[in-house]
């Protein structure tokens, strides 16, 4: 079984910035890819930014240049520094993990989710 806990999240004002954690605990042998998703109201829940182990990174084109993933393979925590922040980008954000619980077993694990609304 594989925990995932986040924080950061808040109010926060237009053009201002917020970094989200999210850590992995529980059974885990490697982690592959750590991602954040965010669902706002009424829409599907999209993938914001991705990470993968070997260094690969990719965002949806609505953050790009504005947020930025990063990982601590160490402590199994992946990070969310997000920048210039727009009302568009008020939703609750999710971090998402997967990859091996032992050499066969494999896993994937979402987060609780932490709100993140960007208003004046």
């Known amino acids: 079984q594989v925990q995932l806990v986040e924080s950061g999240g808040g109010l926060v004002q237009p053009g201002g910035s917020l970094r989200l954690s999210c850590t992995a605990s529980?059974?885990?042998?490697?982690?592959?890819?750590m991602d954040w998703y965010r669902q706002a109201p009424g829409n599907q829940r999209e993938l914001v930014a991705h990470?993968?182990?070997?260094?690969?990174?990719n965002y949806t084109e609505s953050v790009k240049g504005r947020f930025t993933i990063s990982r601590d393979d160490a402590k199994n925590t992946v990070y969310l520094q997000m920048n210039s922040l727009k009302p568009e980008d008020t939703a609750v954000y999710y971090c998402?993990?997967?990859?091996?619980?032992?050499?066969?077993?494999?896993?994937?694990?979402w987060g609780q989710g932490t709100q993140v609304t960007v208003s004046s």
């Open positions: 998402h993990a997967a990859g091996r619980s032992g050499l066969i077993s494999t896993f994937e694990a």
């Open positions: 529980g059974r885990i042998f490697s982690i592959r890819d």
């Open positions: 990470s993968r182990s070997a260094g690969v990174t």
